[in-house]
């Protein structure tokens, strides 16, 4: 009997103590599951926050590239002539209607579409010389800004008035496949339009720094009248500069129709002010910065319509012209034009 009741007091105080134990344990253990569950979603937030600003960075690139490459044609023509071209942004236009013509209408790959967009806008660069520069009175600053900004409207309305005012979807002409690099993911037409657009300024600088006709386009640039005294056929040279910043915006309107799969005759003006914003930026007349500012405006442009908003995304396009206007007019990386030196 004593011992029926000394076998009950620990049954019952070994009952308390297993109910105490878990008491203290529950909590214990949901609060430390609860810390696990919050590290685990910390560390995959961190990795996704990550992945998302590389993958941001490299749509940057690609939207920079297409901006380097128009901002080089108005670069080349303002170091040459210093004169804003403004028919600039039109002739990248032209250029993405001959590219997305030939695909279509004539079959021809991608690569022929570049081709015949880079000829058709030379050929147009060259004809915009005779009609809209050198006719124009040189004693008069501002004749051949409005001059060309005249070309910009005809050539505008030509296109309108041929093609029609709505939007026209570019073909795809690239097989897409998509490569994963850790938390990026790159489509081939990315890397295509990134390949062309860094070769395209790895060749011109190499052409403006190691060839004679590159030598020509910085003496000019320097200052005509001791050019031609050295030389220097400044009216050839003037020709070169309109032939190649024209055929560079023809390739960078077939590269813009094929990034964004569509094209409209209005499309002209917006990337005429995208590369006016790039030429201040990176330095008038200069044109590796030129190219850098570039790629720099596409990387700030998609990274704040990806965390602030796709309608703040032009506003900050025109707050860093204004702050270079205000704080830096020789852009980033110095005006080389023959005033300033």
């Known amino acids: 009997m004593a011992l029926d009741t000394r076998l009950r007091g620990y049954e019952r105080s070994l009952f308390k103590l297993c109910r105490a134990a878990h008491r203290e344990f529950r909590p214990a253990t949901a609060a430390t599951l609860q810390r696990g569950k919050r590290g685990a979603y910390n560390a995959h ?19 920079g590239a297409s901006y380097a490459l128009v901002a080089i044609g108005y670069t080349l023509i ?17 250029g993405a209607f001959v590219g997305l013509f030939l695909v279509v209408y004539a079959g021809a790959n991608i690569y022929g579409a570049l081709a015949g967009a880079m000829v058709a806008c030379a050929i147009i660069g060259v004809l915009s010389v005779f009609v809209a520069i050198r006719p124009v009175p040189k004693d008069r600053p501002l004749a051949p800004l409005i001059s060309t900004i005249g070309l910009t409207i005809v050539l505008q309305n030509l296109a309108v008035y041929f093609i029609g005012g709505q939007q026209l979807a570019f073909p795809e002409t690239i097989k897409q496949t998509l490569y ?7 489509s081939s037409t990315q890397i295509f339009i990134l390949g062309v657009a860094i070769g395209l300024m790895i060749l011109l600088w190499l052409f403006i720094e190691r060839t004679k006709m590159g030598r020509g386009i910085r ?30 915006a023809g390739i960078a309107g077939v590269l813009d129709g ?11 003006l917006s990337a005429a002010v995208k590369g006016l914003i790039v030429m201040l930026l990176g330095g008038l007349g ?4 030129a190219m850098v500012a570039g ?10 319509a990806a965390y602030i908003g796709t309608t703040e995304r032009d506003l900050f396009s025109f707050l860093i012209l204004i702050l270079i206007l205000l ?8 005006t080389r034009t023959a005033e300033q030196r």
């Open 219 to 248: 003496a000019v640039a320097e200052n005509h009248e001791t050019a031609a005294l050295l030389g220097v056929d400044v009216n050839r040279i003037i020709l070169v500069t309109f032939i190649i910043g024209s055929g560079i």
């Open 286 to 289: 200069n044109v590796p910065g």
């Open 295 to 304: 790629l720099m405006l596409g990387m700030i442009e998609i990274l704040s």
């Open 45 to 63: 937030r961190a990795a996704f926050t990550a992945g998302m600003i590389y993958q941001q960075l490299i749509n940057g690139l690609m939207l």
């Open 258 to 268: 094929l990034k964004n799969s569509s094209i409209s005759p209005f499309m002209g």
């Open 78 to 94: 303002f170091g040459v002539l210093n004169l804003l071209y403004f028919a600039h942004g039109e002739i990248f236009m032209v």
């Open 327 to 334: 704080f830096r007019p020789t852009g980033l990386f110095g």
């Open 180 to 186: 994963h690099v850790g938390p990026v993911t790159v």
